[in-house]
């Protein structure tokens, strides 16, 4: 990685992301100054490649990102992650062709900020199921989409939409169309006043967006979700969930240290519990470490994705894994700092994390993956093996 | 070879496949997975298949070259099938 943007994320973290977030998440607003910094740090095309502007980081160095920004808020992790993501699926699916090559050189130009409306009222969740239709006539596409989530979508310039690829198709014949800010209406359906990730400002939204046929996405939704958009989520979102996990830590870490001044010669009680807590903390790194090294074999051709659903389930295995982890070494990090952690605005405050760290089981809602795993799970012949 | 076994296999892919497409509309090359299939919907198609057949699919033969269409299920089925 180009140390350089590594290090001016942790510079913006440390000097303008920590003194706002308190503020983010009280008020429930946008981290304007966070996403101000990292535009002009040109972090915003991390992901894109460099012959089109960007950094054209590798996947593990956006995850890397993703984790440092999470120790800072895990908000603006979040929107972070969910950006890149989208970038993701335009590079991997889309760069081929001249509409998108020089949309990716606009988001490395103009540090564009990309959004996503997947869910849909009346779909229950599954991102596999569409109402909506697109409708093209002329070389001109119009959409119209009741989205219950749209995180940050007041603030992002652009958002990439899953529709059904026309009026007559079904509900899982989806494909993915970008819809340029200019171009779509947004009007807000419902707030967002919730218990974590409140600077996400992810409130639902009536969309209704037209544009130029180029903004389809050439390839089937149903193969970006599974090789890019399922697994770059799961690991761009475990990452941050383990910044905001190794934060903690930290906290609980520095917390000991103090108390063990205090006694020198007798460790404290909370010592042993920092220990174990560390234990944990490592299990989710390696997790992620593990998957992350499986994908980019993957992305460069050294291994299989296709042979069954081995991969896939692995993938919703790390979620399922990481999301769980993330509130147990929060709360044992909890446990540590006793009263000072659960007291709002302390140096050892442990609450926003705690409660940001709850969404990660709600955020394509652990249920429903692991019902998805329990079927995969039927079609699979062999055991878990690194693919 | 292989159209001995379409006919089971547009009944099966009509039962367990949940598309929203009528049977009769479903062709040997019809492509299944804009008619509706998704991956996870596979998975059923593929256990009625087996039970059907009397057959193991490998975990090789479970993506989109297998499942595209009756025709290509067909010829996976064949193939399983012993001679």
Redesign the interface.
Same mark, same amino acid.
């Given at each position: 990685m180009p140390d350089g943007l590594l290090e001016s994320v942790r510079k913006i973290g440390e000097e303008v992301v920590r003194p706002a977030a308190d503020d983010v998440d009280r008020e429930a607003r946008f981290p304007a100054e966070a996403f101000a910094a990292l535009k002009s740090a040109q972090a915003l095309s991390a992901y894109v490649p460099r012959e089109l502007g960007g950094a054209g980081l590798a996947i593990g160095e956006v995850a890397r990102l993703c984790e440092t920004l999470g120790h800072y808020d895990g908000s603006v992790a979040m929107i972070y992650a969910m950006h890149s993501i989208q970038v993701a699926c335009i590079v991997h699916h889309a760069r081929d062709t001249a509409y998108f090559r020089r949309y990716l050189a606009e988001v490395a130009e103009r540090q564009l900020l990309m959004a996503s409306a997947t869910t849909e009222v009346g779909t229950g969740g599954d991102l596999?199921s569409s109402v909506c239709a697109i409708e093209l006539a002329g070389g001109r596409f119009t959409l119209a989409k009741k989205a219950p989530v749209i995180s940050y979508g007041r603030e992002a310039d652009d958002l990439l939409i899953t529709c059904r %690829?026309d009026a007559a198709?079904?509900?899982?014949?989806q494909v993915l169309v970008l819809a340029r800010r200019a171009e779509c209406g947004l009007e807000e359906i419902s707030g967002w006043d919730t218990l974590g990730f409140r600077g996400t400002c992810s409130s639902g939204f009536a969309v209704s967006a037209r544009g130029s046929a180029e903004q389809v996405l050439p390839a089937?939704f149903?193969d970006i979700l599974?090789r890019t958009m399922h697994p770059v989520s799961h690991i761009l979102w475990s990452s941050l969930w383990l910044g905001i996990a190794t934060d903690a830590v930290q906290r609980a870490h520095a917390f000991v240290r103090a108390q063990a001044r205090r006694t020198p010669g007798v460790p404290p009680p909370s010592a042993l519990r920092l220990a174990e807590v560390d234990t944990v903390l490592q299990t989710m790194r390696s997790n992620i470490a593990a998957a992350l090294h499986r994908y980019e074999r993957v992305l460069a051709g050294e291994a299989a994705q296709?042979?069954?659903? %081995?991969f896939?389930i692995d993938i919703n295995n790390l979620k399922l894994a990481s999301s769980t982890l993330v509130v147990d070494i929060v709360g044992r990090a909890l446990l540590v700092c006793g009263i000072e952690g659960y007291r709002n605005g302390s140096k050892h405050s442990l609450c926003r994390h705690l409660r940001d760290a709850y969404g990660a089981a709600l955020m394509v809602n652990n249920d429903r993956i692991a019902g998805?795993n329990a079927?995969?799970l039927?079609?699979? %012949?062999?055991g878990a093996k690194d693919g | 070879m292989e159209s001995q076994y379409a006919e089971k296999i547009r009944h099966i892919v009509v039962q367990h496949g949940r598309?929203?497409?009528p049977a009769e509309r479903l062709a040997e090359d019809t492509d299944l997975?804009?008619? *509706?299939?998704?991956?996870?919907a596979?998975? *059923?198609l593929?256990?009625a298949l087996e039970e059907q057949f009397n057959v193991?699919?490998?975990?090789?033969m479970? *993506?989109r070259q297998t499942f595209g269409t009756i025709g290509s299920i067909a010829q996976a089925v064949a193939k399983l099938v012993p001679k």
């Open positions: 596999r %690829r198709s079904p509900a899982a014949d089937p149903a599974s296709e042979s069954g659903f %081995r896939a998805h079927t995969m039927l079609a699979q %012949r062999e | 598309l929203a497409v997975y804009k008619a *509706g299939l998704t991956s996870l596979t998975v *059923g593929m256990l193991e699919f490998t975990d090789d479970l *993506g």
